[in-house]
Structures are given as structure tokens and as C-alpha cells.
């Protein structure tokens, strides 16, 4: 991060002349690296407005519809662990069919820099919430969960910035709009699995009740609240 590079450049200058007699500027640089970087805590609030009323036409609406564990991470800028266009990796692929988060978690982890956590799953139309940590080493979020029942549907955030502008945000809504994993073929809620291979981009899902007159219609928000 450039803030980093330059307080890092103050500290250098800075230590020569107030550093304790007899420990060389190096030494001091080194111990006030040493210091951890500030935790902040947030809020996710999952709302999911999915119902008969609001996404009836079309493929209709599920008796037992909800959504799978959330899982997600926090992590330097520039993980984009996926993205429309990008192809699912195991992990989305696991979470996209069947709800699992394990692969993924481990797919996060992985990541240099990151921290992953998990939520809980909810019927729809719901709400859920948890708290995460970051810190000013890990400025973005990437957060999913699967739309059920359905063959590979989801909705999530990629890389989305915390930090910007100089500032942590303390308080953003993002719209949730329903993407295919692009690693199964069925085209209803309850289709039988049937496996694409080799797999496709991911995408929004273009079909009715999730897009209407040529508009993607939302299936509900997170709202993410800085609390410290």
C-alpha cells in the first residue's frame, strides 16, 4: 500500500534522530515494525428478499428456498478469487452445487495475506448477520453463498475495497444479483446435476425471475457496517 511505503519512509528519516542512545536507527526501524496493524470490526448483514412476491414469474419460486453457509475472506487488493468471466475454481464450484464451503476455505487460506470466516445459512426471503476483523493490511472483501435450490447459482462480492479514498468505509450496501458458476448445465432449481465440461465463465444469470425486461433484478443486499 503506498501509505505504507510512505509512513515507512517518515519512519526512516525520523529514527536517526529519535532513536535511545546506543541503538542504531536499523534496530529501532525494525522494532516499530514489530507493532501489529490496527483491527477494524465490521458488520455483514445478509438480506435476502427472494420470494413468491418479488421473483414469482419465470422458473417461479422454490418451496424450500434459502442459502448455504456464507463464506468469505478478507485480504490485500488485487485477490479476485473470482469474477464474471473468470472460470469457478473447485471451491466455487463445491459451493455453487452444493453449499459446501470447505474447499474454499481452504482455497482462501492459500491466498497470501488473507483471513477467512464463515456466516450462517438462511431461508429466504431472511436476513443473518456476523462479525469479521481486518486490518490495514487487508482492505478488501470477497464473501459468497449459494442460491437453493439450484444447479450452480450463487450470489457474492469479489475484491470488493473496504479502504478507499483514504478511508475505511462506514457503511456500504451492495446489491446482490445472481451469477452462474458456469460448472453446471441444468436450467431449473431442481434439475438433475448435469456437469459442464469443460467449464464456462461465470456469469450473471440472465433468465427470468432474475432478469426482466432487460434489467437483472437484485435478490437482496449485504450491508456492511464499520463498528470500531
Not at 6 to 19: D, F, H, K, S, Y
Amino acid at each position: 500500500m503506498a501509505r505504507v511505503a510512505i509512513l515507512l519512509l517518515a519512519l526512516g528519516a525520523a529514527v536517526t534522530q529519535c532513536r535511545p542512545s546506543g541503538m542504531q536507527s536499523n534496530e529501532l526501524l525494525a522494532a516499530l515494525l514489530l507493532i501489529p496493524a490496527k483491527t477494524y470490526t465490521y458488520n455483514v448483514e445478509f438480506e435476502s428478499t427472494w420470494s413468491a412476491t418479488t421473483h414469482g414469474t419465470g422458473l417461479g419460486f422454490p418451496s424450500n428456498a434459502h442459502f448455504s453457509t456464507l463464506v468469505g475472506m478478507t485480504h490485500p487488493g488485487g485477490h479476485s478469487h473470482w469474477s464474471s468471466g473468470a472460470i469457478s475454481t473447485n471451491g466455487m464450484e463445491s459451493m455453487a452445487e452444493m453449499g459446501r464451503t470447505a474447499i474454499l476455505q481452504e482455497e482462501f487460506n492459500a491466498l497470501s495475506g488473507t483471513e477467512s470466516f464463515r456466516g450462517s445459512p438462511i431461508f429466504s426471503p431472511g436476513k443473518t448477520s456476523f462479525n469479521f476483523s481486518t486490518d490495514d493490511n487487508r482492505t478488501h472483501i470477497t464473501l459468497v453463498t449459494m442460491v437453493a435450490p439450484s444447479p450452480d447459482w450463487f450470489v457474492g462480492v469479489s475484491n470488493l475495497p473496504l479502504y478507499e479514498a483514504g478511508a475505511w468505509a462506514s457503511r456500504k450496501v451492495v446489491s446482490l444479483i445472481v451469477y452462474d458458476a458456469g460448472t453446471d448445465s441444468g436450467a431449473t432449481f431442481t434439475a438433475a446435476d448435469i456437469d459442464t465440461n469443460p467449464r464456462v465463465p461465470i456469469q450473471p444469470l440472465a433468465v427470468d425471475p432474475f432478469y426482466v425486461g432487460g434489467q437483472y433484478v437484485p435478490i437482496g443486499t449485504f450491508t456492511f457496517t464499520r463498528l470500531n
